[in-house]
């Protein structure tokens, strides 16, 4: 994989400006991690999601970092006309929370999308096969920037309180924002859980109306694991719920007695 090459390449650098990266405290999530959602088109059991961070510590340079793998796909008669495999991986520095290695491999019906990102942090660059692009300091990808955000301390959190991001997709640097909301409990098979609530800000024509049709519940202990999500379409509504988790860095505080 060029990315690899890329990374080994760069290693004197990172190893010459680790300085220069920032010390995220992190208690929200550690290897072996698991989150297993379902996903609803409509009143349709669509697909299934699912977020990982591998068991195994693995090294970029002198770097430890957390191998986080994504993945989604439709199921049954979803699967039928309009079928999704997706993947995702990032390699999430684990002192600094941002990314040095980004792969995207998608397939939603028909259309494919195969991608190799490499994250110079030291130098604010970002490098894929079409281009080499400048980054604001610590960049994140689509991965990386969920969990960032979870390393976020929400505990003096006002609503409308913005928080903003800065993510690469693309060969562009798209700012990703989040506003919170207030507290809500939410209903699931495992109990009630407590629950912050945000409305991501989307770009709203292609696939949403509106800039805040989208609705994030995470839990409200350290965890801040996503518990429910809810977005109206130009075609309809999807929902996704937590189907199953485990490997939590902290027990689930926010989960309530049934």
């Not at 190893?15 to 409509?42: C, D, I, P």
């Not at 809500?184 to 912050?196: A, D, M, V």
């Not at 988790?245 to 902290?250: D, E, P």
Request: aromatic share 12%; with cysteine; glycine share 6%.
């Amino acid at each position: 994989m060029l990315s690899i090459a890329l990374i080994c390449l760069m290693q004197p650098s990172i190893s010459e400006g680790q300085e220069k990266l920032r010390k995220v405290e992190n208690q929200a999530f550690t290897y072996g991690e698991v989150l297993e959602y379902r996903v609803h088109y409509g009143i349709i059991d669509a697909g299934e999601a699912k977020l990982a961070v591998m068991p195994d510590k693995k090294t970029i340079g002198p770097r430890e970092v957390y191998h986080v793998v994504g993945t989604g796909q439709t199921k049954g008669a979803f699967d039928w006309f309009f079928k999704v495999r997706d993947r995702y991986e990032s390699f999430i520095d684990a002192q600094a929370i941002i990314p040095w290695l980004f792969v995207r491999r998608v397939y939603e019906g028909g259309y494919k999308i195969n991608q190799d990102v490499t994250f110079n942090q030291v130098k604010n660059l970002a490098i894929s096969k079409k281009a080499t692009i400048a980054t604001p300091q610590n960049v994140q990808d689509l991965i990386s920037a969920f969990y960032y955000a979870r390393t976020i301390d929400f505990s003096n959190a006002q609503p409308g309180a913005l928080y903003d991001v800065d993510a690469y997709l693309d060969d562009a640097i798209i700012p990703v924002k989040f506003k919170y909301v207030g507290k809500e409990n939410i209903s699931t098979k495992f109990g009630t859980f407590r629950c912050l609530k945000f409305h991501p800000q989307l770009l709203e024509g292609r696939v949403f109306k509106n800039k805040e049709d989208m609705t994030l519940w995470v839990s409200d202990d350290e965890n801040k694991i996503p518990i429910r999500a809810e977005a109206k379409i130009l075609v309809g509504s999807v929902k996704m719920d937590i189907k199953s988790f485990s490997g939590l860095a902290n027990e689930t505080l926010s989960l309530l007695k049934k």
